[in-house]
């Protein structure tokens, strides 16, 4: 009959589509060694293959009616998969005992309804309420990680899964068997849902794949941003950060405020000499950790190369640069660095400069730093100085 859906068809359509991205994301865990959660993923579409695959060599071999309820399985236990996968990309405990328990539980439910006798809507309906269940559970970490960070892959991610939770939970509640629904009817209303959930399987698989590419992209960014060494900005960091200020302040039009210290490790070659470089990178390793311990969460702490740092502070005058920079040259020296060589007491030398005029260009503000550095550490080393 024209405008007839075929519920055979579609979930031919549904299978085909769940081997697709399969495939594509078998390929991407692979790659990506199984990080981000998408050994998860992977499963959760695995899961559908196999479960539909199984299902409909069921209903070809005129199978019990319990195999029959194989399909249903498949989407609770892809729905569970999707939480651990979720859990498993945000970083945070995967909670599996108790989601597999929980998987576990409603796949027996369904094959127990039918085992007495009940007809399969029923074990449609329970299984669907139950995939909706474990949507939620992948839903409100998305949320709350929106509301640290927004982004298109994340918000994406949380619009199919709340889409995919009201689905399952609205498509359980119309096919559940009822004397007054016509046998039609109900074939219709489960047709129609089926093109929803290919749909939304399809914007599944593409919000994986964009939060996978988001993440490796952030890591390459931050292997071009971050030294490696010490976790702090580096210069190529530092320009980009201080870009994309500038014109943040240019479109509130409030200029920065900017006090700079350069700081450089006093004799640092002898430790280098005496202990061995393992060793000089410990200790700016821990110099990268005290700077970030001192700094605000609004400032800058870079390592621009060797053991020369720079902290920039946003809106602090010149006395104000002095006192933090005296503090900052404390929290180094006063307590010793733990090294494989021991406990090695560190020195800095730092030098202090204030923007002047608004505006004044970074390098102008650095270099007037530097030469502060310099007149600290002819003055001796171990000691503050400020360019005035």
Not at 2 to 12: A, I, K, N, Q, S
Not at 337 to 351: M, R
Request: proline fraction near 3%; hydrophobic fraction near 55%; aromatic fraction near 6%.
């Amino acid at each position: 009959m024209p405008g007839v859906l075929h519920v055979d068809t579609l979930l031919t359509v549904y299978l085909m589509v769940a081997v697709l991205m399969l495939g594509v994301l078998v390929g991407g865990a692979w790659q990506a060694r199984g990080r981000y959660g998408l050994w998860f993923w992977t499963g959760a579409f695995a899961a559908v293959v196999l479960a539909q695959s199984a299902r409909d060599w069921a209903v070809l071999e005129g199978g019990p009616a319990p195999l029959l309820t194989l399909g249903h399985i498949g989407g609770v236990v892809s729905a569970g998969l999707v939480a651990l996968g979720v859990r498993a990309f945000l970083g945070l405990r995967l909670h599996w005992l108790a989601l597999l328990l929980a998987m576990l539980v409603m796949a027996l439910l369904s094959i127990v309804v039918v085992s007495l006798g009940q007809p399969l809507g029923v074990s449609l309906s329970l299984s669907l309420f139950g995939a909706g269940l474990l949507r939620a559970v992948a839903l409100w970490p998305l949320v709350r990680a929106l509301r640290q960070e927004f982004s298109f892959p994340l918000s994406l991610m949380a619009t199919d899964q709340a889409l995919s939770m009201l689905a399952h939970w609205l498509r359980g509640w119309m096919v559940m068997p009822g004397p007054a629904t016509p046998a039609a009817q109900t074939e219709q209303a489960n047709a129609l849902w089926l093109l929803a959930f290919i749909a939304l399987l399809l914007t599944q698989g593409f919000a994986l794949l964009l939060l996978v590419n988001q993440r490796l992209t952030h890591k390459i960014l931050a292997l071009v941003e971050i030294d490696p060494l010490t976790g702090l900005l580096n210069r190529r960091g530092l320009d980009d950060r201080m870009l994309r200020l500038h014109q943040r302040a240019a479109t509130s039009q409030r200029p920065l405020q900017l006090a700079a210290a350069m700081l450089d490790l006093d004799h640092f070659k002898l430790i280098n000499d005496r202990h061995g470089h393992a060793v000089g990178d410990q200790v700016l390793v821990e110099l990268g950790h005290r700077l970030q311990q001192q700094v605000r969460a609004s400032d800058l702490a870079v390592r621009l190369g060797g053991e020369e740092f720079v902290v920039l502070w946003f809106d602090v005058g010149a006395d104000s640069a002095t006192s933090m920079a005296e503090r900052l040259r404390q929290s180094v020296e006063q307590v010793a660095f733990a090294t494989d060589a021991g406990p090695l007491h560190v020195g800095v030398s730092i030098g202090v400069a204030s923007q002047g005029a608004a505006g004044e260009p970074l390098e102008a503000l650095l270099k007037r730093a530097d030469a502060a550095l310099y007149e600290a550490k002819r003055m001796g080393r171990h000691r503050v100085v400020n360019a005035g």
